[in-house]
């Protein structure tokens, strides 16, 4: 008997290296913070906040911030939806169609860090169903879903671009291009809502008594111009970057400029505002509003305050896009842009960090007044991380892949197949 | 194409029904379990705090913990020294003050926080999401955060007594309830809360001095209400108009500023 052992040929399989560009580092890159931050989120899930640093004197702290923000930038869906379809304003489309993407990228960035950063994540759906009228948190969250809806439907042209969707489902991709014939009407009610919603998320500080440094009619009145703002901002800017970095990104720059010397003049008037509001603070002691304004004039926010909001965040980037010559550069333009939501950042942080940090004692007899402190854990920059990089990813993978800033193609809400095409492709059933 | 175009009437048709379907799901809702008026009866609590009398022993603290099952890194009553009058030091003890215009109740997003007719603010801890929005907005510090779950044995049980009610889950808000469940049973039993023991806030009934009172002020021969009639009394924090209904008797006869 002869035993034969036959060795199979051992095939060394050529190993091909994907090759290693820029758009691979920046989205592996992103991925991995997203993973970290994902891991984090899982944790506070399951351990709860006592993960974070936030406390009793401080519940609200870094997340609030996001949350706050990302609204706050995503405000160009809305006004430049409004600039287009209730001024008809026709040509700013392409650019309303980048702030629309970007503000549903930023509401779901916003509802992400919401469901983590309440207690019981289980019960989110509660607001929608236990109505209290009176609550301007309730009216932010009913406003909040049902502007994430407008813009769902608002984005679905875009969501129809993708290559393969109209490949394999031409009649879907084709109904979804339909959403457009909406807009106008999505438009009106992107207004009411985000007029009513963004203003609220300053109001819901404002109609504190138990904390005079937030407890003024203003807040919400610089909130919604701060939000148009750094909302119109993001998405110049984030328009210019695009078309710098990738061939994939056209920008007609005369309709850039424009919308940023918009942005100028509106930076006026949030400075105007912003002025008389501090200003009228600061002539009479009141407890807690004082030491509130003080911990921004000359405490550990100053810095925040004076350079982030008024300096950086205000000034220099009013005289940059109000100077014909400087908002003509591109480099200042968009140095000037990413100023303003900069500035916006700082200002949310601000307003909600102030108002926390002046605890004003209960006790009778002269006002005692402590401070509280909050340096956001570890765990809460992660997971902060991780939501700032699924935007800056979902908002790349949109301009490489359903060409959201696209200034030039005039095809954009109409690829609709014709009927006869249409017929000749294979449609699945159930569609 | 035209046959699939939306047009104003086909849109309006559908915002309609939107906006019914939204506002029908408001009668469907279940009606709050907490909101209820219970057997209110037309009374209304108060607590009346003798600062004189109080020598700040915390056993007030320590009765509450048990008998409402209050984690130990949750206080419903906090008590402090506020300062000294003849040489005896003067304490403040600071349940929930329960106001009748709550910034609790008007702030909270999905009713969690109510007002009993009774003059309680109740928290529906079925209904908490956590917010804390209720936190940020109480002039008193007076509602604390399940940050982490309370588990294991409560070391105030069952030395200042037993648990009465169910402890809460991690990620709501919770406060002080004037003992509700005492004062609800003890109504049922036909006992009187703030003269019989068993129907009584806890706080009430372990002060060793006597230095609080519990009663109904809507009638005027009940003790809180003969107190606030002999004494001068004042209310933390009132010129922010939330009119609390807990009082305090002060420590010195000189009228507060």
Known sequence: MKLIISLPKIKIPKITLPRITSWRIWAAMLSIFMAAGATCGVMVLWKGLSLTNLTDLVPWGLWITIDLCSIAVSAGAFSLCAVVYLLRMKRFQPVARTATFIGLIGYSMATMTLMLDIGRPDRFWHSLVYWNEHSLLWEVTMCVTLYLGVLLLETLPIFANIDWLRDRWPRLAGRMSQAHQLAPYLAIAGLALSMLHQSSLGALYGVLIARPLWY????????????????????????????????????????????????????????????????????????GRTEGLHLLTDGPLSFNFWVGEILVGIIIPMILLLNKRTRALPLWRMLALLFVVGGVVAYRWDTNISGLMVVLSYLPGDPNISYASYH????????????????????????????VVNHYSTVVHVLQPESKAMEQLPVPAGD | MSE????????????????????????????????????????????????????????????????????????????????????QDVYLARPCMHCAHAPCVDVCPVHASISRPDGIVMMDYDRCIGCRYCEVACPYGARSFNWKEFDGPNPAVPEWGQPEIARRPRGVVEKCSFCFQRIDRGLALGLTPGLDQDATPACVVVCPVGARQFGDISDPDSNVSKLLRNRASYRLREELGTSPHVFYLPATEEPLS
Request: positive net charge; aromatic residues 12%.
């Open chain 1, 376 to 403: 956001p854990s570890l765990i809460e920059f992660l997971v902060g991380g991780g939501i700032i990089s699924y935007g800056l990813l979902a908002f790349s993978l949109g301009v490489r892949y359903l060409k």
């Open chain 2, 4 to 87: 699939n175009k939306i047009n104003r009437r086909d849109f309006l048709k559908l915002a309609t029904v939107g906006v019914t379907v939204l506002a029908g799901s408001q009668f469907l809702r279940q009606p709050a379990a907490a909101s209820e008026p219970g057997p209110s009866g037309g009374h209304k609590w108060v607590m009346v705090i003798d600062q004189a009398k109080c020598t700040g022993c915390g056993y007030c603290t320590l009765a509450c913990r048990a008998h409402n099952d209050v984690s130990p890194d949750i206080s419903w009553n906090v008590v402090t020294k506020t300062g000294q009058v003849d040489n």
């Open chain 1, 216 to 287: 003024r009619p203003d807040i919400s009145v610089l909130f919604i111009i701060s939000a148009v703002a750094s909302g119109m901002s993001l998405t110049v800017f984030a328009s210019m970057l695009s078309a710098w970095l990738t061939r994939r990104a056209s920008v007609d720059d005369h309709l850039l400029d424009r919308i940023s010397q918009i942005i100028g003049w509106i930076l006026v008037l949030y400075l105007y505002f912003r002025f008389w509001d501090a200003w009228s603070m600061n002539y009479t002691y009141q407890p």
